[in-house]
């Protein structure tokens, strides 16, 4: 099956896609804020540079869009064009996030992937991350503010 773009439409859409501070990261990163998380983000210091960072927890999160992780949803799947390109890129994306929670694992950190298709329901996302974290703390003596 041949694209239906033309080059130069599937270079802009492409140049469009962000690595950081997308959507789903953006509304995560708000919604934790509001409940009284404090954060650091993209930490150049860890394996992978988690998109959300509780160094005093030792925990990260990771959202990871769908399609370009691997995911088994309808999101994730692969283009039908070019597939020798798409799997092969996907499968090593999919193969570097292993590692990279692995790293973290042995350096004693925890790690929670958010994907981009349970964001359809954003209070059970939260959900599960309240759950992972724990209780923010309250008052000036907060873990994370110092960091």
Not at 4 to 31: F, H, L, W
Not at 48 to 73: L, N, T
Request: one cysteine or more; glycine letters at 8%.
């Amino acid at each position: 099956m041949a694209d239906t773009r033309t080059p130069e439409q599937r270079r802009r859409i492409m140049q469009s896609v962000r690595q950081k501070d997308t959507g789903p990261e953006m509304a995560i990163r708000r919604a934790l804020h509001r409940l009284g998380y404090r954060f650091r983000i993209h930490q150049k210091g860890l394996p992978g540079r988690p998109d959300i960072v509780f160094s005093a927890r030792k925990k990260v999160i990771f959202v990871h869009g769908c399609f370009w992780h691997g995911h088994d949803c309808n999101k994730g799947r692969l283009p039908k064009t070019r597939n020798e390109y798409w799997k092969p890129k996907i499968d090593a994306n999919k193969a570097r996030d292993e590692r990279t929670i692995n790293e973290l694992r042995i350096a004693g950190w925890e790690s929670l992937v958010v994907w981009q298709c349970e964001m359809k329901s954003v209070e059970q996302v939260l959900g599960n991350i309240v759950t992972f974290l724990g209780p923010p703390n309250c008052g000036p003596n907060r873990e994370d503010a110092s960091e």
